[in-house]
């Protein structure tokens, strides 16, 4: 019997401009196809990813975060490129939204070299600080859990002779680590998997170089200094993907200063039409108090309806929503 794939139908129509870092419809459906797809078990991920057409995979799996980073020799034009997949929470009941708490944690900056107490000093791009940089807890500990012990090229570089290593267990950073330089390398991930995604795009920096980070439907991540810090290291290649009244990247709400977690940039929102436009996050804010009121209301008739009614504001959330807006887009569907 032959095998019959879910995802990526017709791949090998769609070209993968490998190495572009602006935003592009045909890279936003391969990751969004990626994200999908990290959610189903290892074997049909395995098999969907072979079926179209790439060639190694590593799977990360510990303390309840997973994901998979897969290598392709290039689609038509464009060559070769690596994808680095989170897998989220798919559900499409008001339960998503019990999986977003509202804890910050200290984020160890190694992208930085500590000068004074309370005072860094920037190696990239990111501007001079005098601030902690705090991210959410839950999202940060999932990141720990598949990130490995690879130490940076900055520290390698003290020690060329090899005389330096980090005795932990292997993951995320010595796959990435291993792979060729040159090898253009995107960061994907739909709701939590999108939050996992962006964290993993900075601290991936101190090894090689990101090409770019889409992400599917993600909620609020860090807090402003570390936002304006990947904004800076990451400018031009972050794309942020909304689905019009999907909930979620509207969480946790900001009410600072109890709350002040920031989204970074740039905003792709698609509209109720499936039509796309890039926004920055102020022209968007303020229909975020309208989007969270929407939900409450749906939240109250979905617990009045015994959860036979689900709220627009979670099915929005849907991957598969997402992957329809932009094969929308491609003009891959109706």
């Known amino acids: 019997m032959v095998y019959q794939p879910k995802y990526f139908k017709g ?4 070209a993968f401009p490998a190495g572009k870092q602006s935003y592009t ?3 936003a459906w391969w990751l969004a196809q990626c994200s999908q797809l990290a959610y189903e078990n290892k074997i049909t991920v395995a098999t969907e990813l072979k079926q179209a057409g790439f060639e190694q995979i590593a799977f990360f799996d510990a303390g309840g975060t997973q994901a998979f980073l897969a290598t392709h020799p290039g689609v038509n034009t464009g060559g070769k490129f690596a994808i680095l997949a989170f897998r989220g929470t798919e559900q499409d009941s008001i339960d998503i939204l019990t999986d977003i708490n509202f804890v910050k944690r200290l984020f160890p900056n190694e992208n930085l070299v500590e000068a004074e107490p309370q005072t860094v000093k920037a190696t990239q791009k990111s501007p001079k600080k005098t601030a902690s940089f705090y991210a959410h807890g839950g999202f940060l500990e999932g990141i ?4 490995g012990s690879a130490l940076s090229q900055d520290i390698q570089s003290l020690y060329p002779e090899g005389k330096v290593e980090w005795k932990g267990t292997a993951g995320i950073s010595e796959a990435i680590n291993d792979l060729a330089a040159d090898l253009p ?3 994907t991930g739909h709701s ?3 939050a996992l995604a962006t964290l993993a795009a900075y601290k991936a920096l101190v090894y090689r170089q990101v090409t770019g980070l889409y992400t599917f439907g993600s909620p609020r991540v ?4 570390l936002a304006e810090a990947i904004n800076a290291d990451l400018a031009g290649r972050l794309h942020r993907v909304v689905n019009h009244n999907d909930v979620v990247p509207r969480l946790p709400p900001r009410l600072p ?3 002040d977690f920031h989204h970074v940039e740039q905003l792709v929102y698609f509209t109720k039409l499936r039509k796309h436009k890039h926004m920055t996050i102020t022209n968007i ?3 975020d108090t309208g989007v969270l009121a929407l939900a409450f209301l749906e939240i109250i008739l979905a617990l009045i309806s015994f959860k036979r009614y689900i709220p627009r504001t979670i099915l929005n959330h849907r991957i598969a929503e997402y992957v329809k807006d932009i094969e929308r887009e491609l003009s891959l569907t109706a």
């Open 285 to 287: 804010v303020l229909s």
């Open 222 to 225: 860090v807090q402003q200094p």
């Open 185 to 187: 390398l995107y960061l």
């Open 144 to 147: 720990y859990n598949v990130w």
């Open 192 to 194: 939590l998997g999108g």
């Open 257 to 259: 200063p109890i709350l």
């Open 11 to 14: 791949w090998s129509q769609v």
């Open 25 to 27: 419809v045909a890279i």
